[in-house]
Each structure stands twice: as C-alpha cells, then as structure tokens.
C-alpha cells in the first residue's frame, strides 16, 4: 500500500511564475490536507479538501492560493505569481475518515529565485 | 483556538540514557494529541497519539507519551535512547471536532554516542 504521494519533490520557480503542486492521498483516504513548513518552523494549516469540496480554507493566504481536489486524479496546491516568500516545504497528508489520524507525504519544497 | 508550545528547541541526551520531549497544549474543547517525527528532508511520521482511555499511550520505536490533563501536558518519552533516534520531534493538537492540526515549533533531539 503506497503512501501518500507528493510530486515534484523539489520545485524551483522565479518570482511571478506559477507553481503547482501534486498529491495522491494513500489508497482508501478521501481527505486531504496541506501544510506550509517555514525554514526552522513547524508545520501550518493551509487547507482540508474532500473530493471536489473545500471544507477549511482558514489557512490559506486569500490571494495567489487555490487548492482543489477532483473527483478523479489528485489533489492540487496552486500558487500564482509566486514571490520569495512562498519558498518552503509544502506537506500534504491524507486520512481515511474525518477525525482520523493524518498520514504525511514526503512534502515538496519550493524555492523561489 | 487551538496551540500547542514545545518549550525546547533542543535536547540534549547520550545513548542509552532516558530522554524527554515537553509539549502542552490548550484547546476549549477535548484533545486529541499527536507526535510526529521528521528526519532531514523527509515528511512527518506519525509516532503515537492520544484520544482517550489510558493516560500512558505506548507508539513506534519505543516512543510513549504521557497525557497529563491538569497540567496539560503530553510529553514524549522513551527509556533508552539510541543515536537514530536524533531527528525532529513536532506535537500537534486537534479538538475533537475539527479538522486541522495544529503543530508545535518543533524540537531537535541529538542522541550522542
């Protein structure tokens, strides 16, 4: 059983370009989270997703973010006109209920140049 | 709100010694604790959690965790530690009813032969 999958591993994006990142949750989980790890810092909240439904967005910055997850093909973390700022780790994690344990992918980390 | 303090950003401990890792927490409503460990570049993994019944919750790696309700506590506790054990350890708390993680800063063990 595979776990949850991120890609790319590493992302290396200018300012104002776009980046987009990729999670396919663990087989069996329906719900996906994102979290934003700063250098040195532990882990924030970003967003909760089930398919095709946004359930908390309370973390997301409100300009340049969207996340989506559809019915089919995994979930996706877009950032528009990316700055220096957004440089990080970005984690995704997945369970397979409400209220379960999260599972952590690998995590993809943003460099913006 | 929901937030979770790991008062050290790093201890110190040699090989086959007892080792301790401090979290407290404060939620308004019943907690659901966690521990993560996150070795370099890797994502977070999941190490024990407390939900309710036993004070004492036994996780991987002979990893235990202690809930203390009145000084709201859930410390990380192992009795011998072992130099693999060096890595990142985060707390995260969630209310029973939400969705969302809410992690600590994180705190670097360093076991020393």
């Known amino acids: 059983n595979a776990g949850v999958m991120q890609n790319p591993r590493h992302l290396v994006r200018r300012r104002g370009q776009e980046a987009r990142l990729r999670c396919s949750p663990m087989k069996g989980h329906s719900h996906v989270y994102w979290y934003r790890q700063l250098p040195e810092e532990g882990l924030k909240f970003m967003v909760y997703l089930q398919k095709e439904n946004i359930i908390d967005e309370s973390g997301m910055p409100k300009e340049r973010f969207s996340a989506e997850f559809p019915k089919e093909g995994p979930s996706i973390l877009r950032i528009q006109q990316v700055v220096r700022g957004d440089s990080a780790a970005y984690f995704c994690?997945?369970?397979?209920?409400?209220?379960?344990?999260?599972?952590f992918g690998p995590g993809t980390r943003l460099t913006v140049t | 709100a929901q937030s979770v303090a790991q008062p050290e950003d790093q201890v110190n401990v040699a090989e086959g010694n007892p080792l301790t890792v401090k979290c407290t927490y404060s939620?308004?409503?019943?907690?659901?604790l966690f521990w993560y460990v996150q070795y370099p570049n890797r994502g977070l993994q999941f190490l024990l959690k407390y939900i309710t019944g036993d004070n004492l919750v036994k996780g991987s790696y002979g990893f235990e965790a202690e809930f203390n309700k009145s000084q709201t506590s859930f410390h990380l506790k192992k009795p011998s530690a072992l130099v693999s054990d060096s890595a990142l350890y985060f707390c995260a708390v969630r209310e029973n009813a939400g969705n969302m993680l809410t992690f600590g800063g994180g705190t670097r063990l360093m076991v020393k032969p």
């Open positions: 994690a997945s369970s397979p209920l409400e209220g379960r344990e999260q599972y």
């Open positions: 939620v308004s409503g019943n907690p659901y």
